[in-house]
């Protein structure tokens, strides 16, 4: 130490004594010697800061529910199957292969060998199996998507598990690929109950088999995640993601053009998107997500019984004007609650009812008994916060259309979420907005759920027939896909006499990135997975 110090003098010294040059080529030598020597010395980035004003909900497969937190446990495990990133093509995940026994019910998969969960605990199929049951026993939010279809999960070897169902399921891959079916490590998660938080873990790390593992989490706050070196695919180009939640879009907004964080996800207002478009300083990219939003009749006790009323009001909704003047023209018009780039997606509305087609709409209503002296009243209902500060314009903009034909008289209410659920079971609202994104991506997800007899009561829309109920089971049953496509375009043709609910618009999502960050690969699942980006 002393050594060091008397040369730090010596140096300091020399320092003082030289001579200082106000300019000419020795000085600009020196300066191109100096950030010659710094770039060689910049380190190279390997650290991405990402923003949103998500929220993660439970850490925990067997309860967790909402898009960003299935989006983070997608970058930190795997399903048996996965998509390839940017299309809802299905590719071997944890799984190299599997068969399909002839009638559909019987699935058998053949997992990767040698593959190890973050913290080096083996994967095999007793770790498949257990999850699966785990899933089933404790019976959480999205636990339907198993125990709906799914009769008993056998260890066939130590790396073959077969899944037996209760009846075929045309669409089961699909299910394979959703979380509820990611393999959780038994060494770590309990199994009689879920889990909220790390730390109610044993060891209290999150460990997983995707391509990242969690290094810290600060709900709310801050997760850290790092690559997992016993991923059994390629390493990602970007070591570690840092996630930072935001409580607002403009504060986000401000960290991006501050250079805070590298990237913005989910969501910015859409004043904000059109502003950073036109800047054109960082790069946007618009993905045309398979969210939809869409309005829904209470059709079994409310004046929406008879479906030649809800066709009038379904043919008053003009969709583009609704989409410039909410959302500033950053949706896209939907004519099918089977969303646009989903497989046999038809725009039956446009058809058949059309858009602000008010000649239609009066012509209804008067075959129907009502008259502008005798206008028909309806309340529209609306949730305040739940999607968004848009929803009171779009309720309004909804309302401004209903009320240019003096044959309609419409009121609009609103309720906060919880209360609006709780109106579903009481059938207190006559119509009423919502939202969906998947929970697999399939078209059975985007109309059983409505207009099934099951599925439409849990929904607050009641909607019963045996006809359609038929059609259901008819594509769900079969693992034909040329037939499951007839049912469905047969299905979108129905809806349009039916009309239990009307298609309004698809939502576009933008990421916002700086100059440097490449590699954004996004579809229609609407998952960013961390793994494709890299810098440059």
């Known amino acids: 130490m002393k050594k060091l110090v008397t040369i730090l003098v010596a140096v ?29 010395a910049a380190p190279v980035k390997d650290t991405l800061v990402y923003a949103t004003t998500e929220k993660a909900s439970d850490m925990d497969p067997a309860n967790a529910y909402d898009f960003h937190t299935w989006e983070f446990f997608r970058n930190i495990s795997e399903g048996l199957l996965k998509y390839k990133p940017g299309t809802t093509e299905l590719l071997p995940g944890l799984a190299k292969s599997y068969d399909v026994n002839d009638e559909g019910d019987v699935y058998t998969f053949n997992l990767r060998e040698g593959v190890n969960f973050s913290d080096g605990t083996p994967f095999n199929a007793q770790a498949v199996k257990w999850s699966i049951e785990r899933v089933m026993n404790i019976a959480g939010d999205p636990s339907w998507l198993v125990t709906d279809f799914v009769d008993s999960v056998e260890v066939v070897d130590e790396y073959t598990v077969r899944f037996n169902l209760q009846g075929p399921v045309g669409f089961f891959p699909d299910l394979i690929a959703t979380v509820p079916y990611f393999p959780m490590n038994p060494n770590i998660f309990p199994a009689d109950q879920w889990v909220n938080d790390p730390s109610e873990l044993k060891g209290g790390e999150l460990s997983g088999l995707g391509p990242y593992r969690v290094l810290s989490f600060k709900r709310d ?40 964080v590298d990237l913005v996800y989910k969501d910015l207002n859409p004043s904000d998107k059109e502003d950073l478009i036109e800047m054109g300083k960082y790069p946007s990219h618009e993905i045309p997500s398979s969210y939809i939003r869409y309005l829904c009749f209470e059709t079994s006790e409310s004046v929406f019984q008879e479906k030649e009323l809800r066709q009038a009001v379904g043919a008053m909704i003009d969709r583009q004007p609704l989409i410039d003047k909410v959302f500033l023209g950053q949706m896209n018009p939907l004519y099918s609650m089977v969303p646009i780039g989903m497989k046999w997606h038809t725009n039956a509305f446009k058809d058949t009812l059309g858009d602000g087609n008010i000649e239609l709409a009066e012509k ?70 919502l939202g969906w994104y998947p929970d697999y991506m399939d078209p059975d997800n985007y109309t059983a759920a409505f207009a099934g007899t099951n599925g439409s009561a849990g929904m607050g829309i009641y909607f019963s027939d045996p006809e359609w109920d038929a059609l259901f089971k008819k594509e769900q049953t079969t693992v034909d896909q040329e037939v499951r496509g007839e049912v469905f375009k047969k299905l979108q043709e129905m809806w349009t006499e039916d009309v239990p609910t009307v298609p309004i618009f698809q939502g576009n999502l933008y990421i916002f990135t700086q100059p440097d960050v490449k590699g954004v690969v996004v579809g229609t699942d609407m998952v960013l997975h961390y793994n494709t980006l890299y810098f440059e």
Not at 364 to 384: H, I, M, R, V
């Open 12 to 40: 300091l010294l020399v320092a003082a004594v030289m001579p200082v040059f106000s300019g000419g080529a020795q000085e600009e030598e020196g300066a191109q010697q100096e950030g010659a020597q710094q770039e060689e």
């Open 221 to 260: 706050e801050e997760v850290i995640l790092e690559a997992n070196p016993e991923y059994y695919g390629e390493e990602p180009p970007i070591k570690r993601i840092v996630i930072r939640y935001y409580a607002d879009a403009t504060t986000m907004r401000l960290a991006l053009e501050r250079g805070e």
């Open 364 to 433: 209804l209503l008067q075959d129907a008994g009502y008259s502008a002296s005798n206008p028909f009243s309806f309340e529209l209902w609306y949730t305040p916060s739940h999607y968004g500060d848009t929803e009171v314009d779009m309720a309004e903009v909804l309302r401004n259309q209903f009320s240019k034909s003096d044959m309609i008289d419409v009121t609009v209410k609103s309720a906060e979420w919880s209360t609006y659920i709780d109106n579903w079971d009481s059938k207190t609202m006559a119509s009423f907005l």
